[in-house]
């Protein structure tokens, strides 16, 4: 199956969608590069973020919008695998067959649709089974042996975990800001008032300017770096707040690390950037927790991880040798040929079956 | 000035209204008892929550509809004076004077508009000077001599503080339960894990249950009788919890309670049903930041503090032993006979202003 105005000739792609709070990004890579080719003929394109509503993420919507600029910028791309990394998947996106729609528009015959922490995962592990914290915005962990056993730990969002991520930073140094203007007992810090005064104006207008915006979570990741500026200054509140959060995120990892997965784990995301301030405390209380496993660097982020996604889909037939096994909410395949199934809406929420044989994960016990 | 289907001979009116987070209420009491009464002669109603988009509050709408529902099912009330209880006023309602407008049209010559941290003072301590937190869905302290001082602490909303509140206590009991759910390392409490799946469904389903819906504070703070019902039962993490509110609450009224504020406190809100679990930490923590400070029992509610307010200004003039003094954005104040402001809009907040002569505020120094 290719694309309407596809030529024979041209070679063929593989797709990866990444769709993320703060942005989407999509690449078109060729399957083979093709002889006498000076470039590696890769195709990028970059989309708006995801929007959270009543009625879930909107990520389908943005996955349709960047294939549709795909195919309007490249006519004659013929695509064979496409697969997407999504934001929110395990609780947010409320029709994952969307996805798969929205994908399998770019002509690919075979589309997988992945969460974002999985796609992640393969990113930064680069297929091997372990641990791997992505932390962005918000913080999720998965451990899985990528076939029968899956176990994640927190990703709940700013309002109930994401503990140790971006949002939860800045959120953490929001708080601490707001303690010192109110004057109240204990640790203040003059300098993440300031930062927070410079950034957002009078304390008076931070609720007016956080409360009615769709993208709190955004908002508040966007002080992260004004904390970790804090603590390089010397800042005592700050200091303690990446120790924390690094603290957070080891025990996340060590939570999902259940018996059968092996003691590998990546930390991956914005997070990465915040430094030393952040991994030394997290490199620590893994130790602690799992003197055993070992804490290597990211190979790459949820766009190469989709990608490896795609190019396992277009290599091979589903259980021969394929990367990763399929299952929701984790990941769904649409092999080849395969009809979309009937759309009606599911009357249970996609992460509520366990499919028979597996492994229960973390959060079905 | 009455209603227009006013009768003269109808006994006088004062009407107070209370516009809060989880509903609204509207009394209109006789300024006098009439003579022969058997009843009070008290009229009551209740209307819908505040909603809270990017445009700010529609309290005014609240406020209206209220308005309307009175003089529709009461053609023949006369009103001297109206005074509104306001949550959320010091930062995100747009335009208190569309507030004035919406209680005028009850027929009120003169009316107030007052922030609910001060409708909760004046309820409270029943029009003395002191610190008074308002706790509910959120917590915010106000110390006002009524006159020249005024200190606020905290208020903030669930994201930046209203520590110790019940979406403070109920968000961090979502937390607890989603750690216990994911076997993060520390205390566990089965208790909150077991009460928020029977209230909440699956954990799965919380972030969509939670993140795309309006109201969140108020849902978070559903929980809070769950973990007060867990403290009861014995489970350490909810009354640790508990105590760890009943601190911040402590805190923040010693925060607020500056140099010239009387040493006299008290309590409000739903916070208060908790109990002990609350109350005993709280007045242990004050003890020991603020020995000299007098907590009292609150005398009444929010609309008890805007009934005492209506009734002032019918019975005063401005100035002339009037119960507090108008200040912005605490309180302000349109006297009879005052035009309504050309309506345009406000190029600053309204809380941006201090009004010549006055101590400068805890958010202003």
């Keep these: 199956m290719t694309g309407p105005d596809a030529s024979p000739s041209a070679p063929e792609h593989v797709v990866a969608v990444d769709v993320g709070g ?6 078109a890579v060729p399957l083979r590069r093709p002889s006498g080719s000076d470039g590696d003929g890769a195709l990028a394109l970059t989309g708006r973020p995801v929007r959270i509503t009543a009625a879930g993420s909107d990520a389908a919507d943005v996955v349709a919008e960047l294939v549709g600029d795909l195919l309007r910028l490249h006519p004659g791309v013929r695509v064979s695998a496409a697969a997407a990394s999504v934001t929110g998947l395990p609780s947010l996106v ?7 729609d929205a994908l399998r528009g770019a002509g690919a ?18 297929g091997r089974p372990g641990a791997v914290a992505a932390v962005g ?37 929001l708080r601490a800001a707001v303690a010192t203007h109110d004057g109240r007992p204990g640790p203040t810090s003059p300098a993440l008032l300031a930062a927070a005064l410079e950034r957002f104006g009078p304390v008076d207008g931070w609720p007016a300017a956080l409360y009615g915006r769709p993208d709190r979570a955004h908002l508040l990741a966007s002080f992260t770096p004004a904390v970790a500026d804090a603590a390089r200054a010397g800042d005592l509140v700050a200091t303690q707040l990446l120790r924390d959060a690094g603290t957070h995120l080891a ?31 997290l490199r620590a209380r893994l130790s602690a927790l799992r003197p055993d496993v070992r804490l290597v660097p990211a190979d790459g982020g949820p766009l190469d991880g989709a990608l490896r996604l795609a190019r396992s889909l277009a290599e091979h037939r ?11 909410p984790w990941l769904t395949v649409r092999p080849a040929g395969a009809p979309a199934p009937p759309t009606a809406p599911p009357t249970t929420p996609p992460t509520a079956g366990t499919p028979a044989g597996k492994e229960t994960s973390a959060h079905e016990r």
């Design 22 to 27: 703060s942005g989407a990004r999509l690449v």
């Design 94 to 100: 409320p029709d994952p067959e969307a996805l798969h």
């Design 109 to 126: 015959a075979t589309t997988a649709v992945a969460s974002d922490a999985l796609a992640a995962h393969l990113g930064a592990l680069g």
């Design 137 to 173: 915005t918000g913080a999720i962990v998965l451990a899985t042996d990528l076939h029968r056993r899956w176990h994640r730990a927190d990703g709940w969002g700013h309002l109930l975990g994401d503990l140790g991520s971006g949002s939860w930073i800045g959120a953490h140094g």
């Design 251 to 281: 025990e996340s990892l060590a939570a999902a690390l259940r018996p059968g997965i092996p003691p590998l784990a990546a930390v991956t995301g914005g997070i990465v950037g915040v430094g030393d301030a952040v991994t030394t405390p």
């Design 318 to 328: 589903p259980g021969d040798g394929t990367l990763v096994e399929p299952y929701a």
